[in-house]
């Protein structure tokens, strides 16, 4: 079974501060995903990775993979309180077809 | 706009007495994912269906079942509900068999058993 842990599990910062959250796990991802959940809604993915050592930029949000493609991270210049939610990474897992595994995610409270 | 629609958004259903949850897509999407997430848990895939290939995971238990009876239609069935299967369901799509171009997720439903 692929596991996959997020750290911190919960993060509070000031509007303004920058941040990082992890994804790691001891598996082989063929992609790693990124997803931000609002309360009582469905995730909104934000990116796919695949290559290893590849590095997003989405605004102010950076996201990397791994050389080995089994970890990944998000870091988030100058937080926003629109940037409030939970953010889920999950792995695709080869099966037949490619199903993705997720994280337990990230709670991060950008406090104005 | 191209979807992904649950209904309902909130179910509360009683403890044994069946339960249909429902999943729309306008997307035009092969593969349709019901997961289930529990509070500050992973979400957890139950079963996913390409086209109308059905595939469990062995973990589900045989109290959930899925119906797909066309492109746009999913359901999950839920035989006799427990209080441990009180959590959000989402469905998911996704246009392929690989998953890098990302899932598409309706807004969930949340089911609460009594």
């Known amino acids: 079974t692929q596991l996959l842990e997020q750290s911190p599990q919960f993060l509070s910062i000031q509007e303004g501060e920058n941040l990082t959250v992890y994804c790691n796990s001891s598996?082989?991802?063929?992609?790693l995903q990124w997803y931000r959940q609002e309360p009582g809604e469905g995730p909104v993915l934000l990116v796919t990775?695949?290559?290893?050592?590849e590095v997003k930029k989405l605004k102010r949000l950076t996201f990397q993979f791994g050389d080995a493609r089994k970890d990944s991270s998000l870091h988030i210049t100058a937080a926003q309180t629109g940037d409030t939610g939970l953010y889920l990474c999950?792995?695709?897992?080869?099966?037949?077809?490619?199903?993705?595994?997720f994280g337990k995610g990230t709670k991060l409270t950008v406090n104005p | 706009d191209a979807m992904v629609i649950q209904n309902p958004r909130y179910q509360v259903t009683q403890f044994g007495k069946p339960v249909t949850l429902s999943c729309s897509q306008t997307?035009?999407?092969?593969?349709m994912y019901w997961y289930q997430q529990k509070s500050s848990q992973a979400p957890k895939l139950l079963f996913h269906?390409?086209?109308?290939?059905?595939?469990n995971e062995a973990d589900t238990p045989d109290n959930f079942q899925s119906r797909r009876p066309n492109t746009s239609f999913c359901f999950l069935d839920i035989r006799s509900p427990g209080l441990g299967d009180a959590a959000m369901y989402l469905c998911?799509?996704?246009?392929?068999?690989?998953?890098?171009?990302?899932?598409?997720f309706g807004s969930g439903t949340r089911l609460t058993v009594v």
């Open positions: 998911a799509t996704s246009g392929h068999r690989s998953s890098t171009g990302g899932y598409t």
């Open positions: 598996s082989v991802f063929s992609s």
């Open positions: 990775v695949v290559t290893g050592g």
């Open positions: 999950a792995g695709g897992v080869w099966d037949g077809s490619e199903k993705l595994v």
């Open positions: 997307l035009n999407h092969n593969v």
């Open positions: 269906y390409y086209d109308k290939d059905f595939n």
